[in-house]
C-alpha cells in the first residue's frame, strides 16, 4: 500500500481530500431572491402581517441554504452558512430600529429646520416661527462646561489609576467610578440643585449647575475610557522613556498620554455625546427660557433637550408649530452629535498619523 | 568619558522573591562584557540593577553596591534618572516610540528631557547618533516617517542611535540581537565594537559565538534550581571562559553539555 490519501467517507463527490464541492456564486442570492418573491407573492394574495414575514424569509433562507448547501459543500461549510445567516439578520436587527429613529427625525424635522430656526430664538413667538438659537447656544454652553470640568479630572484621575494607584486608595477609586457610572442622570441634577440651593438659595437657576450636573454623569465616562487607553499603552515604551533617564511624570505626559491621544478623545467625544442629551438634570438646575441666555453663571438657560420637551408638551395654539420645532431641535441634536463624531475620528487620525 | 563599574555583594529581589545573589563583578572601561548563563537564570534583572531600571518594577528592590568611577549608585542621595542618563539601555525588542518620526525618536531623550537645543545643533546630534548607530545612510531621506516604518533590525539600529543619543558612559544591551536576521546582527557586532572606543558595554546574549566574537571579558550566570537565585559563576577574560574555564559548569554551559 503506498497510497497515503485519506478521503472522507462522507462526501462521494469529492476528487481529492484538498477540494470539496462548492456552491456557486450565484446559489444564495438566488435563495434569497426566491425566498423574497415567495414572501412577496403571499403578501398580495394574502393580507400578512409584515414582521412575521421577514421573520419567517430569515428562517427560510436560514432552512433552505443550509441544507443545499450541507447537500454539496458538508457540514462546516453548512454550519459556516447557517452562522452567517444568522450573524447578518442580527446585525440587521440591531440597526433597524437607529435607522427607523434617523428617518422619522430627519422626516418630522426638516420641515423647520430652516435659517430662522437656527438663528430666532422663541423671544415673544407663540403660534408659527421661532427657532431654537437660544437653546442650541445654551446646548453647547453647558456641555462644553461640562467638558472642560470633566475632562481634566476624568484623564488625570485615569493617570493616577494606571500609572500611580497601588492598593486601598486605588481600589476605593475604581469601586467609586465604578458606583458613579450607576447614578441615574436625575439623581445628578438633584445633587447639583441641592449643592447650589445651599449657597444660592431654592429658586437657583443657572447653566453651570446644569454643567456640574453633567459632569457627575461625564467623569466615569472618561475615566473608564482614558483608562482602558492608557492600558493599551506597552510598558516597554514607558521603560524606553526612563532609560533615557526621563523623569515618571515627563514619561507620563509625553510619552503614555501622547500615545494614548488618539483613543482618549475618542473616548472623550463618545462622553460628550452621551450627555449631550440628557434631559431630566437640566430640566432641575439649569430650567428653562424663551430668551437668549449666553451667561454661564446667571439666570436660567435653555437647551435642546428641555426645548424639545417643552415644545412637545406646551405646543402652544394650534399645537402643529410646537410639535415641528420640536422634532426640528430633535434633528439638530442629532446634527450636533455627527458632527461631534467627525471632529473626533479628525482628532484621533491628526493624532494617530501626526509625526511632523 | 566610559567608566568602570564594580559591583559588590548585589542582592536582587522582586517583592520577597531573591533573583540574584551576592553578585561581585568589576566591569572595565572601553571594553565590552558579555553576561551568558542559561534562561532564568538572573542576566536581565542584574543588568537592570546597573542602571537602577529594576526598580521600576513594583515591589522590585535591591541590596549592596555598584559604584560607577567612586560614587554608589544606590546611594541614598542619588537620583536614579540621573543615573539613567548616564547608562544607557537597549532593549531585547526594538520599542522606538511610534508617534514619533525616526528623527524625534533619536532626540527623544533631549526633548523628553526639555533640554532646549538650536536646530541645527540638535540636527547634527540625530546625524552623529544616526551615523553611531550605523543607519544614517538607510535613512537620512526619510527622517520624518514615522520610526515603527522601519524594518526589526534597523529599528533597533534606531533605538541604540537614541541610547547614544543622550551621550552615556555606560551602554546596557540585553539581547539585543535576539530578534534580527544574521546580517542585521553583525551590523550590530560591528556597532558594538566601534561603539566600544567611547562606551563602556555590557551585553547579555544566548549566542556564545556573539559573545566570543565581541566581548573582552565574559560572565557566567547560573542557578541551581527553580526558585533559587542566579549567581554569577565566574567571570574571566573573554578568551579564558571559551578556552579554559576555571569551573565545570561553565565549561558544561559553553559546550553544550548542560542538563
Ligand atoms: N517582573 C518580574 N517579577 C517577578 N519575578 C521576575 C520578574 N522578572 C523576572 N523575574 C524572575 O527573576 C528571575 C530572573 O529573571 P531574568 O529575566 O533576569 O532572567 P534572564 O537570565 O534574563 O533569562 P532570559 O535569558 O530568559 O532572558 C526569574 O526566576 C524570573 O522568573
Ligand atoms: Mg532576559
Not at chain 1, 449666553?294 to 405646543?315: H, K, N, Q, V, W
Amino acid at each position: 500500500m503506498t497510497s497515503t490519501t485519506v478521503t472522507p467517507p462522507d462526501r462521494k463527490r469529492v476528487q481529492n481530500s484538498l477540494t470539496s464541492g462548492m456552491l456557486p456564486r450565484w446559489v444564495p442570492p438566488a435563495i434569497v431572491a426566491g425566498i423574497l418573491a415567495v414572501g412577496l407573492a403571499a403578501g398580495l394574495l394574502f393580507d400578512v402581517n409584515l414582521m412575521l414575514a421577514a421573520a419567517f424569509a430569515v428562517v427560510g433562507v436560514g432552512l433552505v441554504l443550509t441544507v443545499v448547501s450541507r447537500q454539496v459543500e458538508g457540514a462546516r461549510r453548512a454550519k459556516d452558512r447557517l452562522v452567517t445567516v444568522v450573524v447578518t439578520s442580527a446585525f440587521v436587527l440591531a440597526l433597524l430600529p437607529l435607522v427607523s429613529l434617523l428617518i422619522t427625525v430627519v422626516q418630522n424635522g426638516i420641515e423647520r429646520f430652516d435659517g430662522e430656526f437656527l438663528t430666532q430664538t422663541m423671544r415673544g413667538v407663540l403660534g408659527e416661527g421661532g427657532g431654537a438659537y437660544h437653546a442650541i447656544v445654551g446646548t453647547l454652553l453647558i456641555t462644553a462646561a461640562a467638558a472642560v470640568i470633566s475632562v481634566p479630572i476624568g484623564i488625570m484621575c485615569a493617570v493616577y489609576l494606571v500609572e500611580y494607584g497601588r492598593g486601598r486608595l486605588a481600589r476605593a477609586v475604581t469601586l467609586l467610578v465604578d458606583v458613579m457610572t450607576g447614578i441615574p442622570s436625575i439623581v445628578a441634577g438633584l445633587f447639583a440643585f441641592a449643592m447650589f440651593a445651599i449657597f444660592f438659595g431654592p429658586s437657583v437657576r443657572f447653566g453651570i449647575g446644569g454643567a456640574v450636573a453633567l459632569s457627575v454623569l461625564m467623569v466615569p465616562v472618561v475615566v473608564r475610557s482614558s483608562e482602558e487607553m492608557l492600558k493599551l499603552v506597552p510598558n516597554e515604551l514607558r521603560e524606553a522613556s526612563y532609560a533615557l533617564g526621563v523623569s515618571k511624570s515627563r514619561t507620563v505626559v509625553k510619552v503614555v498620554l501622547r500615545t494614548a491621544a488618539a483613543g482618549i478623545a475618542t473616548g472623550v467625544t463618545l462622553a460628550v455625546a452621551r450627555v449631550i442629551g440628557e434631559t431630566a438634570p437640566l430640566l432641575i438646575i439649569a430650567g428653562s427660557t424663551t430668551r437668549l441666555n449666553a451667561d454661564l453663571f446667571e439666570g436660567r438657560m435653555s437647551s435642546l433637550p428641555i426645548f424639545t420637551y417643552y415644545s412637545y408638551t406646551i405646543p402652544g395654539v394650534p399645537p402643529e408649530f410646537g410639535v415641528d420645532r420640536a422634532w426640528a431641535a430633535a434633528l439638530t441634536l442629532f446634527v450636533i452629535v455627527m458632527l461631534l463624531n467627525l471632529v473626533a475620528r479628525a482628532i484621533s487620525r491628526y493624532f494617530s498619523l501626526n509625526s511632523r | 568619558m566610559a567608566k568602570r563599574i564594580d559591583v559588590s555583594d548585589l542582592d536582587i529581589f522582586y517583592g520577597s522573591f531573591k533573583a540574584v545573589e551576592s553578585v561581585n563583578m568589576s566591569i572595565e572601561p572601553q571594553s565590552v562584557t558579555a553576561l551568558i548563563g542559561p534562561s532564568g537564570c538572573g542576566k536581565s534583572t542584574f543588568l537592570r540593577s546597573l542602571n537602577r531600571m529594576h526598580e521600576v518594577i513594583p515591589g522590585a528592590s535591591v541590596a549592596g553596591k555598584v559604584v560607577m568611577d567612586g560614587q554608589d549608585l544606590y546611594g541614598s542621595d542619588v537620583d536614579p534618572v540621573a543615573v539613567r542618563r548616564h547608562v544607557g539601555m537597549v532593549f531585547q525588542r526594538p520599542n522606538p516610540f511610534p508617534t514619533m518620526s525616526i528623527y524625534d525618536n533619536v532626540a527623544a531623550g533631549v526633548r523628553l528631557n526639555s533640554g532646549r537645543m538650536r536646530k541645527a545643533t540638535l540636527d547634527e546630534l540625530v546625524e552623529s547618533s544616526l551615523r553611531g548607530a550605523n543607519l544614517w545612510e538607510e535613512v537620512k531621506d526619510r527622517l520624518g516617517r514615522p520610526g515603527s516604518s522601519l524594518s526589526g533590525g534597523q529599528q533597533q539600529r534606531l533605538c541604540i542611535a537614541r541610547a547614544i543619543a543622550i551621550k552615556p558612559e555606560v551602554l546596557l544591551m540585553d539581547e539585543p540581537c535576539s530578534a534580527l536576521d544574521p546580517i542585521s546582527t553583525l551590523a550590530i557586532e560591528d556597532l558594538i565594537y566601534q561603539l566600544k572606543s567611547d562606551f563602556t558595554i555590557v551585553i547579555v546574549t544566548h549566542n556564545m559565538q556573539q559573545a566570543a566574537r565581541v566581548s573582552d571579558r565574559t560572565g557566567f550566570f547560573n542557578i541551581e534550581g527553580t526558585g533559587k537565585p542566579g549567581r554569577l559563576i565566574e567571570m574571566d577574560a573573554t578568551q579564558r571562559i571559551f578556552s579554559n574555564p576555571s569551573v565545570k559548569a561553565t565549561e558544561d554551559y559553553i559546550t553544550g553539555r548542560f542538563g
